[in-house]
C-alpha cells in the first residue's frame, strides 16, 4: 500500500510574540501542492523496519511508526516502510512533518483500526507543530502554535499553477524564529483577500495579500537567498517565502534562471486528502 505526503506552502505567514512553553503564536493560510513524497507499507512479522532513497537523520517517520504502535498496543504485527523524497529536506515545506503524517494514515488503514483523522491529528502534535495539518492535506488555517486546525472544507478552487525555486541550502527553523521580533501588525484582511482569490482564480488578488512575517529574517540570515529576491524582483516577478525558507515560490508557471537555484512547475491543489488529486 502507498500513501502520499504532499508538500505544503504558506499563502500567510503571522507570528505574534513568544509563549511561556517558548513557541510562538501563529496564524497561517496553508494549502497542499502536487509535490509529495511517497511512502510503501509492507507488513513484517514484527519490528518497524524504514528504508528511504535519502540518508535522513532523526526521522519523523519512524518517531511516528513507533508512536502508533505504542498508542494503539501492536504487539504481534511488524511494518517495514519504504519513503521516497521528493520534498527537499529544511525547505519550508513541512516535507518531514507530511512524512510522519502520512506514516500515520498508513498505518491507520493497513493495520484496519479505521481511526478518526481528528484522532489522528491529536495524535501526530505530539512529534510537531505542522503535523495536524499535515494528517488532513487539506487547504487550512492553522493557530495555536500550528496544531489548532480549523479545515477550509467548503473552499473549493481549481488548480493554480506555481513556480517553486529550491536552494542549494536549507535554512534553520530554530534560528529563523529566534532572530523574529513582534511588529503587532494585524492582518485578517489578507486572510479575507485570499480566500476570494483562491475562489475566482484571481491570482493579483492573491498576489496582493501574501505575506510571510518570518521573510525578513530569513533573507537576513542568508545573502544567497536576498540575491535572488533581488533578481527575480528586476525580472517583474512577486516572488514569496513558504514557511521558515528557503523556498520561494511564483504564482504562475515562468522561466527563471537563477545561479545554484532549481525550478520546479506545480500546481497549488484544493482538497488533496489521501492519494486524491
Known sequence: MIERAYAKINLTLEVGNKRND???????????????DELEF?????????????????????????????????????????????IPLASGMAGGSSDASAC??????????????DELATLSSILGSDMPYCVYQRPSI??????????????NYKPI?????????????????????????????NYLKIIRGLKENNLSL????????????????EDKL?????????????????????????LGNVDIKIENVRTFKTYILSNVYGNKN
Do not use: W
Not at 500515520?104 to 483523522?117: A, D, E, S, T, V
Not at 527553523?173 to 511588529?183: A, G, H, I, R, S
Open 22 to 36: 517558548g513557541f510562538h503564536n501563529v496564524k497561517t493560510l496553508m494549502v497542499p501542492i502536487d509535490l509529495y
Open 104 to 117: 500515520l494514515r498508513g498505518l491507520n488503514k493497513i493495520f484496519g483500526l479505521n481511526r478518526p483523522l
Open 226 to 250: 536576498l540575491k535572488s529576491k533581488e533578481i527575480i524582483t528586476k525580472l517583474g516577478y512577486d516572488s514569496f517565502q513558504s514557511g521558515s525558507g528557503p523556498t520561494r515560490f511564483i
Open 142 to 155: 492553522c493557530e495555536g502554535r500550528g496544531e489548532i486546525v480549523k479545515v477550509l472544507n467548503d473552499l
Open 161 to 189: 499553477p506555481i513556480t517553486l525555486l529550491f536552494y542549494d541550502f536549507g535554512l534553520s527553523t530554530k534560528e529563523v524564529y529566534k532572530n523574529y521580533k513582534y511588529l503587532g501588525i494585524n492582518k485578517d484582511n
Open 42 to 86: 509492507i507488513e513484517i512479522p514484527s519490528g518497524i523496519e524504514l528504508e528511504s532513497n535519502v540518508d535522513i537523520n532523526d526521522n519523523f517517520v519512524y518517531k511516528a511508526a513507533k508512536l502508533f504502535f505504542e498508542r494503539y498496543n501492536i504487539k504481534d504485527k511488524g511494518i517495514k516502510i519504504k519513503l521516497k523524497k521528493n
Open 206 to 221: 492573491i498576489n496582493e495579500a501574501i505575506f510571510n512575517d518570518l521573510e525578513d529574517v530569513s533573507l537576513k540570515l
